[in-house]
């Protein structure tokens, strides 16, 4: 019988807590074959990502503890010393970090960080390097490679930054790679082909894989067989098509009954809670909420937000990223609309320029009547009271030295909302309305995990009792029925407080649930917005086609059914200093329906 690329045996993985040995894997055991992919799947906290990270050795010595045996092609990785282990991790094994900025140096850029793994695994000199690392930015479609290159992890959005992560973990052709939620900041496209580039090296070199995720979508699309954790226990283990079919655990039933389907909703023009899971999966769907939306919140015409690019001897402007390009749009009291599209494509620039957090071009933005783009900084700090934002990347947005009560308690009493003696009560509200425990406010961010750390980003937007929230792939990190969870208490809020969201994001399929209307952009651009229904049911733009059908299906048996991916290079948003915008117009195709002109 051929040898397993990894056998994982009796894998106890403890940290030091208070003096005692505390175990957060527990005699785990797993194998993967040449060619094979293993998804390890879990709420976060369950033990995924720290079962990989024992097993590329990534823990701190002394505060931790690894036990039993991890073999790779044989050799047991527990028994190798350090520098035997450097050659191991990057050569022979692979591995994409769930959180892409807190994995690349934020001082070296891009480019040098991906040919150093080249320089030193692969023995190349610089120029081969270069070339093989614009080669590998081709295949996960990282639009104008070359000047890219010499960008730093900052100016990359979080879609890209982890697509550089990926070309980093594939760059050596690994026999093992270890794949921690590596499509979580992705769109639905750049994911597909993603899960497609892994395939086709699974077929090229014999590549194992070993991915961890929450996206069940992902799991039936990727792999061959499952390993289902939970807090640190392997629960039920089997090949894909049989766990989807009839999983065996109540903990199964349950993640599988979180996933949300595209095109599950029926007939409702308006979003929908999750069901309630239980152990038997979920349970009907719940009735649907009347259209409780109000008197326009916003108002935003012709925004466009540009950022000047500099070069040559004296540094002078030599040309403009076209980030944002006359995006018109409005938002009632009580509405979601939904802006979906390609990372890169100008959806977190939009909503950080609404709210001036980057200064725009040009645009008229009206929040309650009022125009902010004419405000001082004085009426724009009371006018971000009511506009707030959840940003994409949970740790880049917390202070690691602040504990995450002090960072929820803050803008309260930065804008004197509460005495100081009732605020540690609204924090432990706060946090319990988004399912954690007053005891977390003490702890701090490295302690959380990311599906964790953005609950905490969601309670603190919410401290300021705000009338609009732009939310910028606010449950992309969340695990499923924790994502189910947080989309019932945004609904639930929503109903309630009368909010209005802006949600950015790539997963079509929780978009379904929860948008009114969703907005379409490619290349800074709306390309179609309309109603919910009418987009997801009828799209006319043909990029809106391609984004649909891009969605991972959560059933194993359609997996190789589909696929129509987007196989044409992103076209670069880099324009010359004098370039005109063509002209272009959206003309109407149904009720509130516009696509432009393609």
Same mark, same amino acid.
């Given at each position: 019988?051929?040898?397993?690329?990894? @056998?994982?045996?009796?894998?106890?993985?403890?940290?030091?807590?208070?003096?005692?040995?505390?175990?957060?894997?527990?005699?785990?055991?797993?194998?993967?074959?040449?060619?094979?992919?293993?998804?390890?799947?879990?709420?976060?906290?369950?033990?995924?990502?720290?079962?990989?990270?024992?097993?590329?050795?990534?823990?701190?010595?002394?505060?931790?503890?690894?036990?039993?045996?991890?073999?790779?092609?044989?050799?047991?990785?527990?028994?190798?010393?350090?520098?035997?282990?450097?050659?191991?991790?990057?050569?022979?094994?692979?591995?994409?970090?769930?959180?892409?900025?807190?994995?690349?140096?934020?001082?070296?850029?891009?480019?040098?960080?991906?040919?150093?793994?080249?320089?030193?695994?692969?023995?190349?000199?610089?120029?081969?390097?270069?070339?093989?690392?614009?080669?590998?930015?081709?295949?996960?479609?990282?639009?104008?490679?070359?000047?890219?290159?010499?960008?730093?992890?900052?100016?990359?959005?979080?879609?890209?930054?982890?697509?550089?992560?990926?070309?980093?973990?594939?760059? /050596?052709?690994?026999?093992?790679?270890?794949?921690?939620?590596?499509?979580?900041?992705?769109?639905?496209?750049?994911?597909?082909?993603?899960?497609?580039?892994?395939?086709?090296?699974? @077929?090229?070199?014999?590549?194992?894989?070993?991915?961890?995720?929450?996206?069940?979508?992902?799991?039936?699309?990727?792999?061959?067989?499952?390993?289902?954790?939970? !807090?640190?226990?392997?629960?039920?283990?089997?090949?894909?098509?049989?766990?989807?079919?009839?999983? @065996?655990?109540?903990?199964?039933?349950?993640?599988?009954?979180?996933?949300?389907?595209?095109?599950?909703?029926?007939?409702?023009?308006?979003?929908?809670?999750?069901?309630?899971?239980?152990?038997?999966?979920?349970?009907?769907?719940?009735?649907?909420?009347?259209?409780?939306?109000?008197?326009?919140?916003?108002?935003?015409?012709?925004?466009?937000?540009?950022?000047?690019?500099?070069?040559?001897?004296?540094?002078?402007?030599?040309?403009?990223?076209?980030?944002?390009?006359?995006?018109?749009?409005?938002?009632?009291?009580?509405?979601?609309?939904?802006?979906?599209?390609?990372?890169? /494509?100008?959806?977190?620039?939009?909503?950080?320029?609404?709210?001036?957090?980057?200064?725009?071009?040009?645009?008229?933005?009206?929040?309650?009547?009022?125009?902010?783009?004419?405000?001082?900084?004085?009426?724009?700090?009371?006018?971000?009271? !009511?506009?707030?934002?959840?940003?994409?990347?949970?740790?880049?947005?917390?202070?690691?030295?602040?504990?995450?009560?002090?960072?929820?308690?803050?803008?309260?009493?930065?804008?004197?909302?509460?005495?100081?003696?009732?605020?540690?009560?609204?924090?432990?509200?706060?946090?319990?309305?988004?399912?954690?425990?007053?005891?977390?406010?003490? !702890?701090?961010? *490295?302690?959380?995990?990311?599906?964790?750390?953005?609950?905490? /980003?969601?309670? !603190?937007?919410?401290?300021?009792?705000?009338?609009?929230?732009?939310?910028?792939?606010?449950?992309?990190?969340?695990?499923?029925?924790? @994502?189910?969870?947080?989309?019932?208490?945004?609904?639930?809020?929503?109903?309630?407080?009368?909010?209005?969201?802006?949600?950015?994001?790539?997963?079509?399929?929780?978009?379904?649930?929860?948008? *009114?209307?969703?907005?379409?952009?490619?290349?800074?651009?709306?390309?179609?917005?309309?109603?919910?229904?009418?987009?997801?049911?009828?799209?006319?733009?043909?990029?809106?086609?391609?984004?649909?059908?891009?969605?991972?299906?959560?059933?194993?048996?359609?997996?190789?059914?589909?696929?129509?991916?987007?196989?044409?290079?992103?076209?670069?948003?880099?324009?010359?200093?004098?370039?005109?915008?063509?002209?272009?117009?959206?003309?109407?195709?149904?009720?509130?329906?516009?696509?432009?002109?393609?």
């Amino acid at each position: 019988m051929t040898e397993p690329v990894l @056998k994982v045996d009796g894998l106890t993985t403890s940290f030091r807590v208070e003096g005692k040995w505390q175990p957060v894997v527990r005699d785990l055991d797993f194998t993967i074959d040449k060619g094979e992919t293993v998804a390890i799947v879990g709420e976060s906290g369950s033990g995924k990502s720290v079962t990989a990270l024992s097993i590329m050795r990534l823990l701190q010595p002394g505060s931790s503890k690894i036990e039993g045996s991890v073999r790779l092609a044989g050799s047991d990785l527990l028994d190798l010393d350090e520098e035997a282990m450097r050659d191991v991790r990057g050569g022979d094994i692979g591995m994409i970090f769930q959180e892409p900025m807190t994995s690349l140096n934020p001082v070296l850029k891009i480019g040098f960080q991906i040919a150093e793994v080249l320089r030193r695994h692969r023995g190349m000199d610089a120029a081969s390097a270069e070339a093989e690392v614009l080669r590998l930015f081709d295949l996960v479609r990282i639009p104008d490679a070359r000047r890219r290159l010499g960008e730093y992890p900052h100016s990359f959005s979080g879609g890209m930054r982890q697509r550089a992560m990926i070309s980093m973990a594939l760059a /050596c052709q690994p026999k093992l790679l270890i794949a921690d939620e590596p499509t979580t900041a992705l769109d639905v496209t750049i994911q597909a082909q993603i899960l497609e580039l892994v395939r086709e090296l699974q @077929k090229e070199i014999g590549m194992a894989v070993m991915f961890i995720t929450h996206d069940m979508g992902v799991v039936a699309e990727i792999s061959d067989r499952v390993v289902v954790m939970l !807090r640190g226990d392997k629960v039920e283990e089997a090949p894909v098509a049989d766990l989807f079919a009839a999983p @065996k655990h109540a903990y199964t039933k349950m993640l599988l009954g979180a996933v949300p389907k595209l095109g599950g909703l029926g007939d409702t023009t308006t979003p929908r809670r999750f069901p309630k899971l239980d152990a038997d999966g979920a349970g009907p769907e719940p009735e649907n909420e009347p259209d409780t939306r109000g008197k326009t919140l916003l108002e935003v015409r012709n925004l466009t937000t540009r950022f000047t690019i500099r070069g040559g001897l004296l540094n002078r402007p030599v040309g403009n990223v076209h980030a944002v390009e006359d995006v018109s749009l409005t938002l009632a009291a009580g509405e979601t609309l939904a802006l979906v599209g390609e990372s890169g /494509c100008g959806k977190s620039t939009t909503g950080r320029s609404i709210l001036r957090l980057v200064q725009p071009a040009s645009a008229e933005i009206l929040f309650e009547g009022k125009d902010l783009m004419a405000a001082s900084h004085a009426e724009l700090r009371v006018a971000r009271r !009511r506009l707030q934002m959840i940003f994409q990347d949970p740790y880049g947005s917390l202070n690691p030295r602040q504990a995450v009560g002090s960072a929820i308690a803050e803008p309260i009493r930065v804008h004197g909302l509460m005495d100081d003696e009732a605020i540690p009560d609204r924090v432990s509200e706060l946090l319990n309305l988004v399912g954690l425990e007053a005891e977390h406010a003490l !702890r701090f961010p *490295h302690e959380f995990s990311g599906g964790q750390r953005q609950r905490i /980003c969601i309670a !603190r937007s919410l401290a300021l009792e705000p009338r609009v929230i732009v939310a910028d792939e606010s449950v992309s990190a969340l695990d499923a029925s924790i @994502k189910a969870q947080v989309i019932n208490l945004m609904l639930d809020l929503q109903r309630e407080l009368g909010l209005a969201y802006l949600f950015i994001s790539h997963d079509i399929a929780v978009v379904e649930r929860v948008s *009114h209307r969703i907005a379409v952009m490619l290349l800074g651009e709306i390309v179609e917005i309309g109603p919910r229904d009418a987009i997801l049911r009828n799209p006319r733009h043909p990029y809106t086609k391609k984004l649909i059908e891009a969605v991972p299906i959560p059933n194993p048996a359609e997996k190789r059914q589909r696929r129509n991916l987007l196989t044409d290079e992103l076209k670069s948003p880099v324009r010359a200093l004098d370039w005109v915008r063509p002209a272009s117009r959206m003309y109407p195709v149904g009720e509130g329906h516009l696509v432009r002109e393609f």
